[in-house]
Structure formats: structure tokens, C-alpha cells
RNA sequence: GGCGCUAUGGUGUAAUUGGUUAACACGCUGCCCUCUCAAGGCAGAGAGUACGGGUUCGAUCCCCGUUAGCGCUACCA
């Protein structure tokens, strides 16, 4: 088995490709195979490096080793360039000596629709190009008199074209829907599907997984992988990934909500988006059919229990091109809000992944948010290792990407952090007392010995029996003042972790707060 | 315009490929827990499977039509 990846390098990497690029590497590494990446870059006016960068930078967040060398689909031009010359003498294709209409990129469906409506007004057929049965003699001699030709297949005037997609099923399409495609542009630029055909016959793809816009085109690729002489590979087209309300899901509506590197950037982990785009046309079911879990062990989740969170070789183990449904995947989120910019199930995905992932793996990938906004120091690996193991175990429960770390986390790593003003007004403004009381709880936290949660948790309840307040006053109050939050873990944690001299010292600042 | 693909709660998916009170996850509501917020536990709302016809003792499942969405139809990829 031998699959491949081959997006075109003109933007970012789409969350559908990136699907595209999962599905191939599962079934690669399910079938023992081979996964191959080919950079489509053949529309040099909208192919950039900066694409291919951030393509090969997107399949490495995601996990997605590639096999052998990657291949750039520019450095095989001449080889498609003549295998489109080798047709023609083949008289499998012909030089169309017709000069080029220009068309505007914007409205081209609308003039094929126009286009094809004229052409039913008079009869034309996809076969009437006049080229179509000139004599080779006179084709040749007009080429080598250096007038400027396309080179079209010559597909054949009646018949059917079949094939099996492992996803679709059965795929039949009359000839006469087929044009005689164009394979080499009048500038002997190859186009796209001249170029696909012959590097996969070239890399040697056996199977073509890929997306359903590709679908109804694969016909013609067939017809030219016959005319090459060249085995057809297997078909397996996935189907789209759609915007809300089953409409397009598009760069330029939608922008960077379908860019991966969005997600990458706002703190998502590779497991968790990786595990949502699995999800996403494909149901992986009776992972755990054998394994008879009783209702509420503890140990064993429901959503593990249903097979949803799936580590990488899970998915490999479970994968299998059958079990990928046909109806078109929405991606779900709301671009009006905030707290929904991206689908509902993702973010929770990557929360249960932060909480829990074991802590050695999760601890790397907080380090790298801490260094990038600046908050790690070199003792959280030294002296301070398990403080720092600790404190992101304390904090991760309740946070749902990477980016909370450094953000709502802030103050459990330095005293560099920003008071909610809500959290202000709620746990210090509402109490003036606080004003005196928060310095004076902040002596006796100083003096609290051994410091440790049960003995802050003490002192804290003496001190609030004393003054008469509850304690709650003093548990809100000291979470705001710690931590700048209304919301946090539990107090006496917060103030084991942040520790004593820190703690003493916020209490004091918060005072002037109040 | 032609051709193709698809259609199960708001979303992702199940339903031994014709026999279930249509299941699970996310989201939503409420309760419990509680120093807050999560997490967790419990309970609940929400679809009779786009619509209309068939076939069948019986259709989410098979067939036809309609509708809607998407794709392809380029000297784009």
C-alpha cells in the first residue's frame, strides 16, 4: 500500500486537508504502507514556500510522519510535458490549435453554466472540436510551422466510465458527459489532472484517498491512466467538511477558523485536535467492545467507554475505510461568539485532553507556553520540578487550552498578573472591612507553621471565628487577591502553591484594592 | 444548464446492513457535591429519522420522485 498527501501549497493548511493528510496517514500505518507528500505546486502563480513551510509545519504538529523524500510536483513538468506529447503520437490525444480564451477567475461557473446552455441551444457536443479529427500529418506540420497548441485527451465518443470508490460505491459516468480535457496548456504548462495521473503512477500510489470535490473528476483521470497504459489505483473519497447551515467552508468567508495553524497558535493540543478530526466523517466503534466495563467504573469513563477519545494508535488499530460515512461533516461554531468561535466538541476535547493527559506529556507542552509569553524559569525543570509539576495539576483541571497557562494561570507564576475587574468588585469591594482584615490575615498566614494546606485552612477559619466574618469572605477575598480570579481551585491549594511569603505579600497589595 | 454526491435532535456520530421505548458524545436545563468555577455524579429537555410516494407482515435501513445543500462541469487545483 502506498498513499499520498498532495495539497497545493497556495495558503494555509485547511482543517479538511489536514483530515485529508489524517485518513492517509491512518491507513498507511494501518495497512503497513507507505505515506508519501507531494506538493501540488503546479499553479505557479499561487503556490508560495511559504505554503509548503507551513504545510510541512502543520503535518508536524499533527503527528503525521511522511515516508521517503517529498516530492515537488514542479520538478516532474517535463516528464507530464511528455507524457502529453507521447499521447498525442499515441493518438490517444490531439493538438487543439485553438486560441485561448482569457476569462476572468471570478465568474467562471457562471460562463460554464452559460456555456453550456448555448451549446444545448445548437447541438454542440463535447466531440465537435474541429482539431479533434484533424490528420496527424497536417496537426504536426502546423506545430512544427510554430503555431500554438493545447493538447486535449481524445476521449472515446460512447461508453461508460466505472468505477469502485470504497467510499462512495459504485461511480459510473457516460463519455458524452466527459469533455476531451485539456491535459497541456498552448504554453506547455501541464495541468492538474495530466500531472496527479502521472506522478501517481510515478510514486507508485496505490491507493488515492482524498477529498469528494475530486470525486466526479476521477473518471477522467481514469481515462487517462488507460491511456498511459498505467494500472488504476483504489479510490476512497472522504467527504467535505462544511461550514454551519451545510454552506462552503471557505478561506475568504470564513478566514482563519479553517486554518490550522489557528488552532496550533490558540493552544490546542495535536492529541485533541487530531482526535476531533478523526471524528469527523468517521466512526470508530466497539473499541472497547470486549472490554465489558460496568456502568460507573470509575476508571473507564463513558466517553472512553463509547470509543471517542482516541489515542493515535487506537485510531490505527480501529481505521478502516468502510466504516467512513458518506454525508458531509459541519463544522460547528459562531463566529459572533466568543466563547463558541470554534465547534463546542473540539474545546472540550482539548479540556479533557489538558486534564487528562499524563503529566510528562502535558508539562513539555506547558513549558513551551510559559517560555513563548515569557513566564518559565529554568528552576521549574531544577529546583522547583515538583512545584511546577504541582502547580500545573492544581490549575489544569478547569482550563481548556494551552493558552489558559499563561493567561487566567498567570499568577501561579510570577506576580506579573492582572485583577478581573468583576473579581474586584465581587470578593474585595463588597466587604470594606477587608481593607484592614486582608493585612492582618496576611500576618497570621506569615506566621502559620508547618505552611501547609491543612494549616492555612486552619489558620484562615480561626482568624474569620475571631473577627466574626464566614469564612468564605476570606476564601473569595484571598482567591481574588492571589490570583486576580473569582474562580480557581480550591483556596487552601492556592495558597500551598503560590506559598507563604507570596501569599502574605498579595494579601497586603489586595488590601489597597478594596 | 448538465452530471454527480448527500440528507438521523442544535453539532459529531450509532442503530446486529428490514424487527430497538431510535443509542452515545458535545452543547443545553435542573439537582447533588462545594469556599468560587470547573471536573465528577444524578436527572431531564430535545429527533419518530428532510418531504411525498412505493416495496414489505414490518422500513432510519431497499426503490422512485420532490426539496435543500454541496461538488464537478476552466488552457484553476
Known amino acids: ?4 498527501f498532495a495539497p497545493s501549497p497556495t495558503g494555509y493548511l485547511h482543517i479538511g486537508a489536514a483530515r485529508t493528510a489524517l485518513f492517509n496517514w491512518l491507513y498507511a500505518r494501518k495497512t503497513g504502507g507507505a505515506f508519501l507528500l507531494r506538493i501540488e505546486d503546479t499553479d505557479l502563480q499561487r503556490s508560495t514556500d511559504e505554503s509548503t513551510r507551513s504545510i510541512i509545519e502543520g503535518l508536524r504538529w499533527l503527528g503525521l510522519d511522511y515516508d521517503e523524500e517529498m516530492v515537488f510536483q514542479s520538478d516532474n513538468a517535463d516528464q507530464h510535458r511528455a507524457a502529453a506529447l507521447q499521447l498525442i503520437e499515441a493518438g ?9 480564451a482569457e476569462r476572468a477567475d471570478a465568474n467562471v461557473k457562471q460562463e460554464i453554466a452559460e456555456r453550456a446552455r448555448a451549446a444545448s441551444h445548437t447541438g454542440a457536443d463535447h466531440r465537435s472540436n474541429p482539431f479533434r479529427d484533424l490528420s496527424s500529418q497536417e496537426s504536426a506540420a502546423r506545430a512544427a510551422a510554430g503555431e500554438p497548441f493545447a493538447v486535449r485527451l481524445k476521449v472515446a465518443r460512447e461508453g461508460r466510465s466505472t468505477f469502485e470508490d470504497a467510499v462512495y460505491g459504485v461511480q459510473e459516468r457516460d463519455y458524452a458527459e466527459i469533455e476531451d480535457l485539456v491535459l497541456l496548456r498552448s504554453d506547455g ?5 495530466l500531472s496527479v495521473v502521472c506522478d501517481d503512477i510515478e510514486m507508485r500510489i496505490t491507493d ?11 473518471h477522467k483521470q481514469i481515462l487517462i491512466y488507460e491511456a498511459l497504459n498505467a494500472s488504476v489505483p483504489r479510490f476512497a473519497h472522504l467527504p467535505l467538511i462544511l461550514a454551519p447551515g451545510g454552506k462552503k467552508l471557505s478561506k475568504r468567508i470564513h478566514g482563519e477558523i479553517v486554518s490550522l495553524t489557528t488552532y496550533r497558535d490558540a493552544g490546542f ?8 478530526l478523526a471524528l469527523l466523517g468517521w466512526a470508530a466503534t466497539g473499541l472497547q467492545s470486549e472490554a465489558e466495563v460496568a456502568p460507573g467504573d470509575a476508571a473507564h469513563p463513558p466517553d472512553e467507554r463509547a470509543g471517542e477519545i482516541m489515542s493515535l494508535s487506537d485510531m490505527v488499530e480501529n481505521f478502516s475505510l468502510e466504516r467512513i460515512h458518506r454525508n458531509p461533516a459541519i463544522f460547528n461554531f459562531d463566529a459572533n461568539n466568543p466563547k463558541r468561535w470554534t465547534d463546542d466538541k473540539l474545546i472540550w476535547m482539548n479540556a479533557h485532553y489538558i486534564r487528562t493527559l499524563p503529566r510528562e506529556e502535558l508539562l513539555p507542552l506547558v ?13 521549574y525543570d531544577g529546583d522547583r520540578r515538583d512545584w511546577f509539576a504541582r502547580a500545573v495539576d492544581l490549575i489544569r483541571e478547569r482550563f481548556y487550552t494551552l493558552k489558559d497557562f499563561s493567561g487566567q494561570g498567570r499568577a501561579y507564576f510570577g506576580d506579573e498578573f492582572e485583577f478581573e475587574e468583576a473579581a474586584v468588585k465581587k470578593n474585595l469591594r463588597k466587604e470594606p472591612r477587608l481593607k484592614e482584615l486582608l493585612p492582618a490575615l496576611a500576618a497570621r498566614i506569615e506566621q502559620t507553621e508547618p505552611f501547609t494546606l491543612e494549616t492555612c485552612e486552619a489558620t484562615l477559619r480561626a482568624y474569620a471565628d475571631e473577627t466574626g466574618v464566614k469564612a468564605g469572605l476570606f476564601i473569595n477575598a484571598a482567591r481574588t487577591a492571589l490570583t486576580g480570579q473569582a474562580v480557581g481551585p480550591s483556596m487552601f491549594e492556592v495558597f500551598d502553591i503560590i506559598g507563604r511569603d507570596a501569599s502574605a505579600r498579595r494579601l497586603r497589595e489586595a488590601a489597597r484594592l478594596v
Open 189 to 193: 504548462h501541464p495541468l492538474y489532472n
Open 269 to 276: 493540543l495535536p492529541a485533541a485536535f487530531r482526535n476531533f
Open 208 to 218: 488515492v484517498i482524498r477529498g469528494q470535490d475530486h470525486l466526479t473528476n476521477t
Open 92 to 100: 490517444k490525444a490531439y493538438r487543439d490549435f485553438t486560441p485561448k
Open 367 to 379: 513549558r513551551a507556553e510559559l517560555e513563548a509569553s515569557g513566564l518559565w524559569r529554568e528552576e
Open 1 to 4: 500500500m502506498r498513499v499520498r
